[in-house]
């Protein structure tokens, strides 16, 4: 197993111990852990996969759900030991996130060769898992959160495809990525980091509008 090999595990990994994290919030059951975990883990490749029209990634290789599997049950009896599931769900999910940016532009720009559609790709792959574990666990969307978030996956897939025409080694391409969107994403965590927000007046409620 090469060293890029163990950073997409990882990042599937970190991934499905986030939605976990977000099944232990809930107090589901056992099912409920695996259910969060395999589509937090999979959920932003799957549809970086579809979207490049290539066979989906879990479906090729069966080890990612059981990565994820293992991920969900070493969660499931060690979830209570943690004082802040919450903290530590967004600083695992920054981890993830700088992961599978550079995993997600190393395949976009491995299928089409656009740096173009390799950004894209890495911001999917970052991005979606979170969004997917949010909306059934009925947690805060990542996505609405104040601090900068999507744009750490944007600078991470960007740097990995920069980094490539420099003609390192895939890996170093990939650390030095994934190093770039952890410090803006754990920066944003830590000292709140945003960018200007819209202010001019707040959206109607639908029965205001006549």
Same mark, same amino acid.
């Given at each position: 197993?090469?060293?890029?090999?163990?950073?997409?595990?990882?990042?599937?990994?970190?991934?499905?111990?986030?939605?976990?994290?977000?099944?232990?919030?809930?107090?589901?059951?056992?099912?409920?852990?695996?259910?969060?975990?395999?589509?937090?883990?999979?959920?932003?490749?799957?549809?970086?996969?579809?979207?490049?029209?290539?066979?989906?990634?879990?479906?090729?290789?069966?080890?990612?759900?059981?990565?994820?599997?293992?991920?969900?049950?070493?969660?499931?009896?060690?979830?209570?030991?943690?004082?802040?599931?919450?903290?530590?769900?967004?600083? /695992?999910? $920054?981890?993830?996130? =700088?992961?599978?940016?550079?995993? @997600? +532009?190393? %395949?976009?720009?491995?299928?089409?060769?656009?740096?173009?559609?390799?950004?894209?790709?890495?911001?999917?792959?970052?991005?979606?898992?979170?969004?997917?574990?949010?909306?059934?666990?009925?947690?805060?969307?990542?996505?609405?959160?104040?601090?900068?978030?999507?744009?750490?996956?944007?600078?991470?897939?960007?740097?990995?495809?920069?980094?490539?025409?420099?003609?390192?080694?895939?890996?170093?391409?990939? /650390?030095? $990525?994934?190093?770039? =969107?952890?410090?803006?994403?754990? @920066? +944003?965590? %830590?000292?709140?980091?945003?960018?200007?927000?819209?202010?001019?007046?707040?959206?109607?409620?639908?029965?205001?509008?006549?």
């Amino acid at each position: 197993m090469t060293l890029f090999q163990v950073i997409d595990y990882a990042s599937v990994a970190v991934f499905a111990a986030t939605g976990a994290l977000a099944a232990s919030r809930k107090q589901l059951d056992i099912i409920g852990f695996l259910f969060l975990a395999c589509v937090t883990g999979t959920g932003g490749g799957t549809v970086r996969d579809l979207v490049l029209g290539v066979p989906v990634f879990w479906v090729v290789n069966t080890d990612y759900v059981l990565v994820c599997t293992v991920a969900a049950v070493f969660v499931y009896f060690t979830a209570h030991l943690v004082e802040s599931r919450y903290k530590l769900l967004l600083w /695992l999910d $920054a981890i993830g996130l =700088a992961l599978y940016s550079a995993v @997600g +532009a190393a %395949k976009g720009m491995d299928v089409t060769g656009s740096p173009v559609i390799a950004i894209i790709s890495g911001v999917l792959t970052a991005t979606f898992g979170g969004v997917l574990r949010d909306l059934p666990a009925s947690e805060p969307s990542v996505l609405l959160r104040p601090e900068i978030y999507v744009t750490a996956a944007l600078v991470g897939s960007g740097v990995f495809t920069l980094t490539e025409f420099a003609d390192f080694p895939p890996v170093i391409d990939a /650390l030095i $990525a994934m190093t770039a =969107a952890f410090v803006i994403r754990g @920066g +944003a965590l %830590k000292f709140g980091w945003t960018f200007p927000r819209y202010k001019p007046r707040p959206g109607r409620r639908p029965e205001e509008i006549d």
